[in-house]
């Protein structure tokens, strides 16, 4: 199965290695389309546990830069989405361990992580703080003799929950104010006081809330200091949501696939339905958007990997590519026509698991305001807005409306 565009792999975005990964993901999807299919119809957190085994077994759970990752999701998220959502949380979970992670953390947890035998999840999202981090109110309270924490209070929204063997939490140790009261926990699955109750969402995905009650760790739970937190969820955030973009590609793609091969096998008027203008013209918008959302992608991909601050291009990489991913998949409905909405069709299913791309790892609207905020001043030879235009443009605009 062609699941990464081999014309784009050959941009200067990409280095030997990623081509290489590219045909490895290419033989991995081919290899596993029968763990695929099965995934698709099973319990999603059943599935997950034997897609880790096979992404371990492969050696793909330990991608060596963003480049890597995001090839692995858009790859995996065009073949099946429960490949996807397998692979991006359990590296959602082992990325901070590996980046904050004491040497005893990171003993205990990567490398069953990167075998696949062991899974992770990351919970940061409550009821009242969802894009709005800083209200966290999931409490961990030094216990008594100092041996550790107390954690009261929920989590919610947490994807691979189900199968997961350790959590990276985010609560509230009161350190300080807002933002800089927040601590990252590793807590175990099984912890006396930690349930976890499944949430049935629009695309079957394994996602559930999590009540903390009087569940006690260890001081050593602690990941990248007390207090650190918020830099933890953000560093974390500010990149994956790029990778968030390149999943919204692979699906996008898969659609743009199934409408044309629909659109050019279908027969209409004597003829077939790509013959009509409009299918023409929707169909030649659909790889517009997908060539922009790629080349975004890669771009920012490439900025982080060679060490430029990655919040900005992430942000509009992932605003793009999950927003016109939406649009290509609902044209691809389009296209099939009622056909398109048979329940577990491509493109029904397609049209359920791309919505949550635009909520999750920042809302469109929190990516708007995170890039109009980052906009650089106006450059100088650019008169103010406030300054009034000089005699001479005026004079300059009053002959143009004239003539
Ligand atoms: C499938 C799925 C998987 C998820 N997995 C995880 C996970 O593994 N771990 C985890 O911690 N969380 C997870 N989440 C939660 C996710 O991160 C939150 O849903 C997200 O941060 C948005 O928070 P919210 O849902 O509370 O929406 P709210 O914060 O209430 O926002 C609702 C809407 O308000 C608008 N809005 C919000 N803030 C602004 C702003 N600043 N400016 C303009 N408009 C704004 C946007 O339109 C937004 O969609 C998951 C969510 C989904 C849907």
Request: glycine fraction near 10%; charge should be negative.
């Amino acid at each position: 199965m062609s699941t990464l565009d081999p014309r784009l792999l050959a941009l200067p975005f990409y280095e030997r290695p990623h081509r290489e990964l590219a045909e490895a993901l290419g033989r991995f999807c081919d290899t596993h389309a029968g763990l695929a299919a099965a995934a698709r119809t099973g319990a999603p957190e059943k599935y997950a546990a034997r897609v880790l085994r096979a992404l371990g077994d492969a050696g793909l759970l330990t991608p060596v830069d963003l480049r890597a990752l995001c090839l692995t999701r858009e790859a995996l998220a065009y073949t099946e989405d429960l490949l996807d959502f397998a692979f991006s949380i359990q590296e959602l979970a082992a990325w901070p361990i590996r980046r904050h992670g004491t040497d005893e953390q990171k003993r205990r947890w990567l490398p069953g992580m990167a075998r696949g035998e062991l899974a992770g999840a990351f919970a940061l999202s409550e009821e009242q703080a969802g894009s709005d981090v800083a209200a966290l109110a999931l409490r961990a309270v030094p216990d008594g003799d100092g041996a550790g924490y107390v954690l009261d209070g929920h989590k919610t929204w947490i994807a691979g929950a189900a199968g997961a063997d350790v959590f990276c939490v985010v609560a509230r140790t009161g350190d300080g104010p807002a933002a800089l009261g927040l601590t990252a926990l590793l807590v175990p699955t099984g912890t006396p006081g930690l349930r976890i109750e499944p949430i049935d969402m629009l695309a079957e995905r394994d996602i559930a809330r999590l009540e903390f009650d009087g569940c006690r760790v260890a001081a050593d739970a602690v990941l990248g200091g007390r207090g650190g937190g918020f830099v933890v969820a953000m560093e974390l955030l500010e990149r994956f949501r790029l990778t968030v973009g390149a999943a919204a590609l692979g699906f996008a793609r898969r659609a743009a696939d199934a409408a044309l091969a629909r659109a050019r096998g279908r027969a209409a008027y004597g003829g077939r339905l790509f013959d009509l203008p409009t299918v023409k013209a929707g169909l030649a918008d659909v790889e517009v958007r997908l060539n922009a959302a790629a080349l975004l992608v890669a771009r920012a991909a490439w900025e982080a990997d060679r060490g430029t601050p990655p919040a900005r291009h992430a942000s509009i990489a992932k605003l793009y590519a999950t927003e016109a991913a939406q649009q290509v998949v609902d044209a691809a409905v389009q296209v099939f026509g009622a056909a398109g909405l048979v329940r577990d069709s491509l493109p029904e299913r397609l049209y359920r698991q791309i919505r949550s791309l635009r909520i999750y790892e920042g809302a469109s609207e929190v990516q708007r305001l995170a890039i109009a905020d980052a906009l650089p001043p106006a450059p100088s030879h650019v008169p103010r807005a406030d300054a009034g235009p000089s005699a001479e443009d005026a004079e300059d605009a009053e002959s143009e409306f004239c003539s």
